[in-house]
């Protein structure tokens, strides 16, 4: 019997495999990511990165509804976000609503406005619902702008998440009741996208994505799939905007903002669109560079950018795609044999990321002297400022020059010491790929034994 090909196969392909274990591993993972680190170091700056985590979770996922489950491009999804957080602020704002329900309030708000800006922009597909979404999202970033007395104008609309209703005895004022809030809603929100994505109306959305004409002609309407589908996404994007608004007791005109839009589209990119979790995983990478590297670097985006422009051209399937074809072949060729091309690429990973940092920080350190060492702090400010006045503070004029900063002024040993690097990486990088040209020698080997001979 023939199989049947086209959307039907692509359908076939989105079943999650059968197994309890390997099924809750991602589950167990992303519980643990956001639940363990505040027992083991309950330090505020640490819970303010797990939130905006979680937030970018929800909002990577809500958005991967778009890209990934219906084939949607859209550069204005931080519009139904910033809105839904809006309208709960104000709500909140009224009185009476518990804290808790804040997020539903958002996600309806945030579905509301994807009633009507969905209506807009599913009137045209591919490159055209790109466009109008984007003029969509820059006009309602001029409406924040010019209706300050709705959207706060640039000092936003700010709440007291303390002053609504007690639950259970917590106010939620406490940065810690707070974040166990938003970690509950985060996980609560995934687990109800989880389910959608396996509904047999994402199915249909599936089949939009796949093949529009085909899907029309066995009677379904594309247009209603893709509203739906954006009323859906508007919604979680709402909850994911309310979040934020919890957090940090404020949604300004820059939660509407093409950065925003930008950013879920990046974290998806970069954590794949065709498994559930990759949205997560760059959800993460994003708010580690966001959060993390640039407490630390004023190059932060440049980092973003270049791991960015990495996966997409190493792993166009993101990084869960790419765990997953080498959880396939070690799987298939054994960790035994596989290792050492993977110890290789550990260290000529390192390697270069070490002669990139190096590189890129002694340019920004050259570029802006002692302000990037000030605002890099740590190694990077300590190594690459420009000299700090160490006993500026007591009123002596004693200056430290950093290490690499006093070479600075001859800077042959500094070119010497990267170049060594940068060499080391290359070598390090050619042993690795033929580790893993023999890795692949041997499994063509034991796939078609005719061919070694």
Known sequence: MRKRSGSSNALESEVPPRGGGRALAPWLA??????????IWPHSWLLGYLAQSATMI??????????????????GHAAYAGLGALIAARVFNAGGMPLVLLPLVGGIG???????????????AGTAFAMITLGLGELVVAAAWTLPGWFGGEAGVAIDRASGPLFGGWSFGPAREAYVLIALWSVVASVALFALSRSPFMRLANAVRDNPARAAAIGCYPRRIRYGVIVLSAFFAGVAGTLGLINIELVSTESVGMMRSGAVLIATVIGGTAAFFGPVAGAIVLTFFSVVVASVTRAWLFYLGLFFVVVVLAAPDGLAGFASRQTARIAANGWRRCRAAYWWSAAAGLLWLAAIVFAVQWAYAAQFGADEGAASGGLFGAWFGAGAGAGAGAGTDVTVAP????????????????????????????????????????????????AAR
């Open 30 to 39: 992303l519980v643990a990511f956001l639940a363990v680190p505040p027992f």
């Open 58 to 75: 929800v909002f990577a996922l809500s958005y991967n509804l778009l890209l990934g489950g219906t084939g949607l491009l859209s550069f």
């Open 110 to 124: 945030g579905a509301l406005c994807g009633v009507l800006f969905g209506f807009i922009a599913t009137r045209r």
């Open 403 to 450: 290490p690499l900063s006093a070479l600075a002024a001859s800077p042959l040993p500094l070119a010497l010491a990267l170049v060594a690097l940068a060499a080391l990486a290359a070598l390090t990088t050619r042993h690795a790929l033929r580790a893993h040209a023999r890795v692949t020698a041997h499994a063509r080997a034991a796939r078609f034994p005719g």
